[in-house]
């Protein structure tokens, strides 16, 4: 049984069909990453898992339970967490509360030893701790969303472009650190327009084109592939 | 007797009681981006609650202050209920609708309860009985009673401590990230319809005390007194910065000021007898009775809606309700 199993998953807006019939696993311990052009159905994916958008059709399995159904907020309960696109931090909320919120689904007492490891994994938030989040530069954004998500200690964790709109060093900044978080056991399904830097952090890949997944393989044979390396890489027919 | 300290006495009375008002009204717009224009009416339902109490144990030789506050305790839970009701009923179903169906229905939700009101407790006017035995106290040449007093303090107790549940507490860090971005905090593990409803039953809970406050300060309570008093603490809260906590605490009570200052001073200032020869007859009438007043201190809610137009106009944020530093 894999951690998270997606079959025959269809999203709708109004009469367009954004995503039409997703099958896709992620393994315990694996760092999966699924990539593809603006608009191929992604980011409408990743929300239809969480239950943040209706699925139409198909099934989503966490840990062996369907979940299309739940709320949003039990999941969280369970160990599944997004960070969304575009980093979704509470603007107004500093960065210590911001953090504290990631942990607001956990009961047990250990928040602040996690608050702890979150400054070690992110010195630039410890200095900001008591500034609001909308004062950060967008990679310190980018920082903070995903320190919240490990607040609450998830088993899967869900990145909708992590990269998007920062500059390439904090790009690559941010991308060491989810290879850091794969490397410390939580599950990730990365999502990502920077195909190159996703496949070479992850151990396997989707691509996906308009709302079907067109390939699924390791990263290795996915950054040989003559397709994607055309489509995704930025290299030229020849 | 100084009038400027007098006014400024009563004004802060009536503008702590429209701060508590106004912060029903921020809280839920911050959260939901709603007026709930049925907020007056549960300060009137409060009134009323606490009226009905007072009333039937005016007579059972019990302490004054032990009436009231049994009144109060009676009059919050119906009023967190209501407030609660209302949100569940009436606005929950509106969530994703467009933001005028729920404000028709906000009106439509205030005339049902100024109505119910009216089935229950009369068209009347229904006079508090006189428990509380009023003194007087002199502060710099004007005079200040008990039951101001105690509004007031009871008031900033009030207002420091709702401070401390919004920015100090599990709750209310959750209710500020809602207001923030719902979507993010349900992915976070926020129920964000328990975080409504309990935005709904504290700012519900708030216009029941204010309710009591002004039904004991006024001594009348009546089943339409909610719409002004509710529009008034709407204008304080549009005034601090709608949607701002610590705006709608500053707003109420520099309305309130503003108000009892103009009713204060406008007789004063209006009287045409102090600008003398203008015509014979008025001469001849400032002769008579010594003033001619264009507009006296029944003017008072003019005040407040010219501030609302003001604010509006000049600065429709609010005294405090500028947002900086929403993106990076």
């Given at each position: 049984m894999s951690l998270l199993?997606?079959?025959?998953?269809?999203?709708?807006?109004?009469g367009i069909r954004a995503v039409k019939g997703v099958d896709l696993v992620v393994d315990e311990g694996e760092l999966v990453c699924l990539i593809g052009a603006n608009g191929a159905g992604k980011t409408s994916t990743l929300k239809a898992i969480?239950?943040?958008?209706?699925?139409?059709?198909?099934?989503?399995?966490?840990?062996?339970?369907?979940?299309?159904?739940?709320?949003v907020y039990e999941l969280p309960r369970r160990g599944l967490v997004l960070v969304p696109e575009g980093r979704g931090v509470f603007p107004q909320l500093t960065v210590a509360e911001n953090l504290a919120m990631g942990a607001y689904a956990r009961r047990d007492g250990d928040v602040a030893r996690d608050l702890e490891r979150m400054h070690g994994l992110f010195p630039r938030l410890a200095e900001r701790r008591s500034q609001t989040a909308g004062t950060l530069s967008g990679g310190e954004q980018q920082m903070l969303a995903i320190g919240r998500a490990l607040m609450s200690r998830p088993r899967l964790l869900l990145l909708d472009e992590p990269s998007m709109g920062l500059a390439p060093l904090m790009v690559a900044k941010i991308l060491e650190i989810v290879r850091e978080i794969a490397r410390q056991g939580v599950t990730i399904l990365l999502v990502e327009q920077n195909a190159k830097l996703a496949l070479e952090i992850a151990g396997r890949g989707y691509v996906m084109e308009s709302g079907v997944l067109a390939l699924a393989a390791d990263s290795k044979s996915l950054l040989a592939d003559p397709r994607v390396r055309q489509a995704y890489l930025g290299e030229g027919a020849a | 007797m100084d009038t400027f300290i007098q006014q400024l006495i009563n004004g802060l009375t009536l503008g702590a009681v429209y701060a508590i008002v106004a912060l029903g009204y921020t809280m839920v717009y911050g959260i939901i981006q709603?007026?709930?224009?049925?907020?007056?009416?549960?300060?009137?339902?409060?009134?009323?609650?606490?009226?009905?109490?007072?009333?039937?144990?005016a007579g059972s030789g019990l302490p004054p202050l032990a009436v009231v506050l049994i009144g109060t305790g009676c009059a919050i839970p119906v009023c967190v209920l209501v407030g609660y009701a209302m949100e569940r009923l009436a606005y929950r179903p509106l969530r994703r609708a467009p933001r005028l169906a729920p404000l028709i229905t906000a009106i439509g939700v205030s005339i049902i309860l100024q109505n119910l009101a009216m089935l229950v407790w009369s068209r009347n006017i229904l006079a508090f009985p006189q428990i509380i035995d009023i003194k007087l106290y002199n502060i710099a040449g004007a005079t200040i009673t008990n039951v101001q007093i105690v509004i007031i303090l009871t008031c900033i107790l009030i207002m420091v401590a709702l401070a401390a549940l919004v920015y100090r507490t599990r709750l209310g860090t959750a209710m500020r990230a809602t207001a923030q971005n719902p979507q993010v905090a349900g992915l976070m593990g926020i129920d964000i319809n328990r975080v409504i409803a309990a935005t709904f039953a504290i700012g519900a809970g708030l216009a029941a005390v204010a309710g009591v406050m002004v039904g004991t300060y006024y001594g009348i309570a009546q089943y339409t007194m909610g719409s002004i008093l509710g529009l008034k603490a709407f204008t304080a809260a549009v005034l601090g910065g709608?949607?701002?906590?610590?705006?709608?605490?500053?707003?109420?009570?520099?309305?309130?000021?503003?108000?009892?200052?103009?009713?204060?001073?406008?007789?004063t200032y209006t009287d045409l007898c102090?600008?003398?020869?203008?015509?014979?007859?008025?001469?001849?009438?400032?002769?008579?009775?010594?003033?001619?007043?264009?507009?006296?201190?029944?003017?008072?809610?003019?005040?407040?809606?010219?501030?609302?137009?003001?604010?509006?106009?000049?600065?429709?944020s609010g005294l405090l309700g500028e947002r900086v530093g929403d993106r990076a």
């Amino acid at each position: 049984m894999s951690l998270l199993e997606v079959e025959g998953l269809e999203v709708h807006y109004g009469g367009i069909r954004a995503v039409k019939g997703v099958d896709l696993v992620v393994d315990e311990g694996e760092l999966v990453c699924l990539i593809g052009a603006n608009g191929a159905g992604k980011t409408s994916t990743l929300k239809a898992i969480c239950g943040l958008l209706p699925s139409h059709s198909g099934s989503v399995r966490y840990s062996g339970q369907e979940i299309s159904k739940k709320p949003v907020y039990e999941l969280p309960r369970r160990g599944l967490v997004l960070v969304p696109e575009g980093r979704g931090v509470f603007p107004q909320l500093t960065v210590a509360e911001n953090l504290a919120m990631g942990a607001y689904a956990r009961r047990d007492g250990d928040v602040a030893r996690d608050l702890e490891r979150m400054h070690g994994l992110f010195p630039r938030l410890a200095e900001r701790r008591s500034q609001t989040a909308g004062t950060l530069s967008g990679g310190e954004q980018q920082m903070l969303a995903i320190g919240r998500a490990l607040m609450s200690r998830p088993r899967l964790l869900l990145l909708d472009e992590p990269s998007m709109g920062l500059a390439p060093l904090m790009v690559a900044k941010i991308l060491e650190i989810v290879r850091e978080i794969a490397r410390q056991g939580v599950t990730i399904l990365l999502v990502e327009q920077n195909a190159k830097l996703a496949l070479e952090i992850a151990g396997r890949g989707y691509v996906m084109e308009s709302g079907v997944l067109a390939l699924a393989a390791d990263s290795k044979s996915l950054l040989a592939d003559p397709r994607v390396r055309q489509a995704y890489l930025g290299e030229g027919a020849a | 007797m100084d009038t400027f300290i007098q006014q400024l006495i009563n004004g802060l009375t009536l503008g702590a009681v429209y701060a508590i008002v106004a912060l029903g009204y921020t809280m839920v717009y911050g959260i939901i981006q709603l007026i709930n224009f049925a907020h007056g009416e549960v300060v009137m339902i409060g009134a009323m609650v606490a009226f009905t109490v007072i009333n039937a144990l005016a007579g059972s030789g019990l302490p004054p202050l032990a009436v009231v506050l049994i009144g109060t305790g009676c009059a919050i839970p119906v009023c967190v209920l209501v407030g609660y009701a209302m949100e569940r009923l009436a606005y929950r179903p509106l969530r994703r609708a467009p933001r005028l169906a729920p404000l028709i229905t906000a009106i439509g939700v205030s005339i049902i309860l100024q109505n119910l009101a009216m089935l229950v407790w009369s068209r009347n006017i229904l006079a508090f009985p006189q428990i509380i035995d009023i003194k007087l106290y002199n502060i710099a040449g004007a005079t200040i009673t008990n039951v101001q007093i105690v509004i007031i303090l009871t008031c900033i107790l009030i207002m420091v401590a709702l401070a401390a549940l919004v920015y100090r507490t599990r709750l209310g860090t959750a209710m500020r990230a809602t207001a923030q971005n719902p979507q993010v905090a349900g992915l976070m593990g926020i129920d964000i319809n328990r975080v409504i409803a309990a935005t709904f039953a504290i700012g519900a809970g708030l216009a029941a005390v204010a309710g009591v406050m002004v039904g004991t300060y006024y001594g009348i309570a009546q089943y339409t007194m909610g719409s002004i008093l509710g529009l008034k603490a709407f204008t304080a809260a549009v005034l601090g910065g709608i949607g701002n906590v610590p705006g709608a605490m500053l707003g109420g009570v520099v309305l309130g000021i503003v108000e009892a200052l103009g009713a204060g001073y406008i007789g004063t200032y209006t009287d045409l007898c102090k600008i003398s020869g203008i015509s014979d007859w008025l001469t001849q009438r400032c002769a008579n009775d010594g003033h001619f007043v264009l507009f006296g201190s029944n003017y008072q809610d003019v005040f407040a809606f010219a501030v609302l137009i003001m604010v509006l106009v000049f600065r429709p944020s609010g005294l405090l309700g500028e947002r900086v530093g929403d993106r990076a």
